[in-house]
Structures are given as structure tokens and as C-alpha cells.
């Protein structure tokens, strides 16, 4: 069983910058991408960014590409979201997830499988 814990969310200002870590506890093999999605009040639960475990490869969205990059970390079992520029709109609970890797549908949320319990971020003009 597959478990994951997000950490290092916080209050920050508007052109700041966060990374969040997520620690992927349990067998990760191959096959498998982590994924980075944000979900703020009353919407519903957006994809940043992915992670293909066995290359690194990344996936963003547009609106972030420029401004976040995933990592991760394969002797650690860690994934990473560094997020600069960070804006108020921004704001939200971060999650990181898990699911076996599909191109056509590493963008959405309810393809996953495993999550961990978010974390916040908040960013103040």
C-alpha cells in the first residue's frame, strides 16, 4: 500500500517562492507518476504538474509551467514542487498523488489512486 505525506506549505507574499515535498512511503515502482494538483475553496481539484517515475519526465499546465518545476528525488522516494512567483490566486490546498502512469490521463484527479493530506499555501498581495 502506497502512502504519501505532503509538507512545506505556509503563508508567503505575493513574488515569493515555496517548496513543497512529498515523501512516498510503500512500494513506488516503474510505472508509476507522482502528480502535483491544487484545490482551493469551492472548486474543484486542478493538475500542476507530474512526475513520470521511471524518467523524470514532467507534465504541466500552462498556466504554471513557467513558474513551477517538479523533481524527484528516487533514492529518497521524494517529489518536489518548487513554486516561484507565487501569486494569490495561487492559493489553496496542495496535493501530491499517485497512480500508474498514462499520458492520456496523468492530468486528471480522479484517475489517481493514492493522496496524501494536502497541505496549505497562501499567498497574500
Known amino acids: 500500500q502506497m502512502r504519501l505525506a505532503e509538507s512545506g506549505g505556509g503563508l508567503v507574499q505575493a513574488g515569493d517562492s515555496l517548496r513543497l515535498s512529498c515523501k512516498v512511503s510503500?512500494?513506488?515502482?516503474?510505472?508509476?507518476?507522482v502528480g502535483w494538483f491544487r484545490q482551493a475553496p469551492g472548486k474543484e481539484r486542478e493538475f500542476l504538474a507530474a512526475?513520470?517515475?521511471?524518467?523524470?519526465?514532467?507534465y504541466y499546465r500552462d498556466s504554471v509551467k513557467d513558474r513551477f518545476t517538479a523533481s524527484r528525488d528516487s533514492a529518497e522516494n521524494m517529489v518536489y514542487l518548487q513554486m516561484n512567483g507565487l501569486k494569490p490566486e495561487d492559493t489553496g490546498v496542495y496535493y501530491c498523488?499517485?497512480?500508474?502512469?498514462?499520458?492520456?490521463?496523468?492530468?486528471?484527479?480522479?484517475?489517481?489512486?493514492?493522496w496524501g493530506q494536502g497541505t496549505q499555501v497562501t499567498v497574500s498581495s
Open positions: 498523488g499517485a497512480k500508474i502512469f498514462d499520458s492520456r490521463t496523468v492530468y486528471y484527479w480522479k484517475s489517481y489512486g493514492f
Open positions: 510503500g512500494q513506488i515502482f516503474s510505472r508509476h507518476a
Open positions: 512526475i513520470k517515475w521511471s524518467d523524470g519526465n514532467t
